[in-house]
């Protein structure tokens, strides 16, 4: 049974940090095309982050980028998105989606930035 579990959602101040980990399993992790989104309260799922395979190529979204940092671990079968200087904007739901042939998403968590 294929399974990503994400965690690490928190109610945090802007300026803040948060470290947000997606686990997975029942699937060749390391063979995933592992990616994170997030969806803002009355707006669509967006792409915010991606890492190959093999952790060699990273892309990001303009709205994050320089802020926010994806990164995975093969061995814990765990990738994660670090997030610095968080603003009222990241506020959403934050998925995790791994792409290996099928497509396999997380429930995700919940990250809210106050003002």
């Known amino acids: 049974q294929v399974q990503l579990v994400e965690s690490g959602g928190a109610l945090v101040q802007r300026g803040g940090s948060l470290r947000l980990s997606c686990t997975g399993s029942?699937?060749?992790?390391?063979?995933?095309?592992m990616s994170w989104h997030r969806q803002a309260p009355g707006k669509e799922r967006e792409s915010i982050a991606a890492?190959?395979?093999?952790?060699?190529?990273?892309g990001y979204a303009d709205s994050v980028k320089g802020r926010f940092t994806i990164s995975r671990d093969n061995g814990k079968n765990t990738v994660y998105l670090q997030m610095n200087d968080l603003r009222p904007e990241d506020t959403g739901v934050y998925y995790c989606?791994?792409?290996?042939?099928?497509?396999?998403w997380g429930r995700g968590t919940q990250v809210t930035v106050s003002s």
């Open positions: 890492i190959t395979r093999t952790s060699g190529g990273t």
């Open positions: 989606k791994a792409a290996v042939g099928d497509t396999y």
């Open positions: 029942g699937f060749d992790f390391s063979a995933a095309l």
